[in-house]
């Protein structure tokens, strides 16, 4: 038997905690997934040299460089992407929804 059920996986920059939790009273199911990444991580995996402009003052707001970054108070999971490779990160994303999204037949 298949069921069908639609999900969508969305990217949501929230560098607040009042905004996390306001999209957690407008969002029914949300799932928060937390990518624990430190800041020289980041600044060593970017393309676009935001953060070394950031601290020249080119950027005025930067979510844990000009900006503060509050993490998450209780997010549903959360990976360590600076010591995951991409693989080894989607692989523990996957396996979540799996667990929760799925349902299982039985």
Same mark, same amino acid.
């Given at each position: 038997?298949?069921?069908?059920?639609?999900?969508?996986?969305? /990217?949501?920059? &929230?560098?607040? @905690?009042?905004?996390?939790?306001?999209? !957690?009273?407008?969002?029914?199911?949300l799932v928060e997934v937390y %990518?624990? /990444?430190?800041?020289? &991580? /980041? !600044?060593? !995996? *970017?393309?676009?040299?935001?953060?070394? !402009?950031?601290?020249?003052?080119?950027?005025?707001? =930067? +979510?844990?460089? &000009?900006? +503060?970054?509050?993490?998450?108070?209780?997010? #549903? %999971?959360?990976?360590? &992407?600076?010591? =995951? #490779? =991409?693989?080894?990160?989607?692989?523990?994303? %996957?396996?979540? /929804? @799996?667990?929760?999204?799925?349902?299982? =037949? *039985?």
């Amino acid at each position: 038997n298949f069921v069908r059920m639609d999900y969508a996986i969305v /990217c949501s920059m &929230t560098h607040m @905690q009042k905004m996390r939790n306001f999209a !957690r009273t407008m969002i029914g199911n949300l799932v928060e997934v937390y %990518l624990d /990444c430190d800041v020289e &991580t /980041c !600044r060593n !995996r *970017e393309y676009k040299a935001r953060y070394a !402009r950031a601290l020249l003052g080119e950027y005025k707001f =930067l +979510p844990g460089v &000009t900006d +503060p970054f509050e993490i998450p108070a209780n997010p #549903d %999971l959360v990976i360590n &992407t600076s010591k =995951l #490779d =991409l693989s080894a990160s989607f692989k523990i994303l %996957l396996e979540y /929804c @799996q667990n929760i999204f799925i349902p299982k =037949l *039985e």
